[in-house]
């Protein structure tokens, strides 16, 4: 009786124990069915009826983000899209101004191919540069663009099929608009490209995410930068006043940029949940960048356009790949590469055929041999003509005319601040190797197109020269 009892509650508890398995079991099967990671490789040509939302952020320093190192928190949201993503810590972008920059990564170029380099109006993306939104029209894809500074209109916004453009429009603004934009639209496979303002300069104040008083004196370069002053005459070269900030002051400018970036970060968070309610995140492939970065004082000035700094062209990158575990990527790339990682992921045609500047980094996103290759950027913003040149740990800036700006090791002086030019002749040397095997040219062809009345105007008032 005793033995038939104990028998009875062994019983029991063991097919409770199978049923407690079972279930477990079950709802593991569910979760990884509903939301499967793989680590596998992605494969080429493999993610046609996906959508891809681009987003580019202006203005944005990489190295302001958490993701990327900063000690302040103000990017909880897009840290977490960096967790879930391929993030690339040694991004370069192909310049340090706006229309040049953008114009890079939309038609995988660099600035002496599509020869845009300085703010005259002529410097359009000319029609005959294939860019991502003509890939993806070629596709049978819906593509929109939604952006808000007036030099995207000089071309680089070409053959979208919708367009919405407001300049200087504030995140929040902006996501209401795409959102009520996907509402509509993203029953079809779609392209969309979203260019946020809000760390462009001035630094508006934002009640709640703002951690400096709103009449700050430090909310506008214009006052401490004349560069930055419409119609001032002022070059990079010949600057004219520049307002030295002591710690304090500029630690408050800072503080104001980061404010935007907090603001800009809440709205990101929003979109990027509502995203996730749609289930938009199981089949849209985002991709995060910034077109430049800021100065602030780290060589001598402010704002961006005038120099080749890192502060101006390291810019942050991350690829999120549904279903697919991201890892961190140490090797260079450049902004010019993300168009051809766009066409290896959709098409199976060589991208030998598509002519572009940049390389696929889907090698790197699978972990396999990549070779590392020069990174150039080029400006000619406000002053004369200016490359850079990263070739292993070394980075040469110089002006086009053969004037060597500066020449750094940027492994060991990441904030290049020894210039090693004239040091000695080893290095002489390896500066003239540089400078014969980069094949920069220096040649300006440009067509006109006149720009309309209200693009030159937004320009005037955000404080650039047309
Ligand atoms: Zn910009």
Redesign the pocket.
């Known amino acids: 009786m005793k033995t038939n009892k104990k028998s009875k509650y062994l019983r029991k508890r063991f097919s409770f124990i199978i049923t407690l398995f079972i279930v477990i079991f079950v709802v593991f099967i569910y979760i990884i069915g509903k939301n499967p990671i793989k680590t596998t490789k992605i494969r080429e040509n493999s993610y046609s009826g996906f959508n891809v939302i681009l987003i580019i952020i ?2 944005l320093r990489a190295d302001h983000l958490g993701c990327y190192g900063y000690s302040r928190s103000i990017s909880p949201n897009i840290d977490l899209l960096a967790k879930k993503s391929f993030i690339f810590y040694n991004t370069y972008s192909a310049s340090s ?2 229309r040049s ?2 114009a890079s990564i939309v038609s995988s170029k660099l600035p002496t191919e599509h020869k845009i380099t300085s703010e005259n109006k002529k410097e359009i993306l000319r029609k005959e540069f294939f860019t991502i939104q003509e890939f993806f029209n070629q596709m049978n894809y819906t593509t929109a663009a939604f952006y808000t ?1 007036p ?1 995207l209109n000089f071309g680089v916004t070409q053959n979208f099929s919708y367009k919405y453009f407001k300049g200087n429009e504030e995140s929040n603004l902006v996501y209401d608009k795409v959102i009520s934009w996907l509402d509509n639209n993203s029953n079809n496979n779609f392209f969309l490209l979203v260019h946020n303002m809000d760390p ?1 300069d001035p630094y508006d104040f934002h009640p709640g995410f703002s951690s400096t008083p709103k009449r700050s004196r430090y909310r506008t370069l214009g006052r401490f930068f004349s560069v930055r002053k419409n119609g001032a005459g002022s070059t990079c070269e010949n600057p004219g006043k520049i307002i030295i900030l002591n710690k304090t002051q500029l630690a408050e400018m800072i503080a104001n940029y980061d404010g935007e970036i907090k603001f800009l970060d809440y709205n990101l968070g929003r979109f990027f949940d509502y995203l996730r309610r749609k289930s938009l995140l199981d089949n849209t492939i985002i991709i995060f960048t ?3 970065g800021e100065e602030f004082l780290e060589h001598g000035g402010y704002w ?1 356009g005038c120099t080749l700094y890192n502060e101006l062209i390291h810019v942050p990158l991350m690829i999120y790949i549904p279903h697919v575990r991201g890892r961190k990527v140490m090797e260079r790339v450049s902004t010019i590469d993300i168009f051809p990682t766009l066409i290896s992921l959709f098409d199976n045609k060589s991208l030998s055929e598509y002519n572009l500047s940049g390389v696929s980094l889907l090698p790197l996103m699978n972990n396999e041999p990549f070779k590392e290759k020069e990174i150039f950027s080029a400006t000619a913003f406000r002053g004369a003509l200016k490359y850079s040149v990263i070739r292993g740990d070394y980075k040469l800036i110089t002006y086009a005319n053969g004037t060597i700006i500066g020449f750094y090791n940027i492994k060991e002086d990441k904030k290049e601040s020894k210039n090693l030019a004239n040091v000695n002749s080893d290095l002489l040397d390896l500066i003239n190797h540089i400078q014969k095997t980069t094949k920069i040219e220096n040649k300006k062809n440009f067509k006109t197109k006149n720009i309309d009345k209200e693009t030159l105007k937004q320009l005037k008032s955000l404080g650039y020269l047309t």
Request: hydrophobic letters at 25%; aromatic letters at 8%.
């Open positions: 202006d203005t101004w706006t920059a953008i500074n030099h462009h910034s077109d430049h961006h």
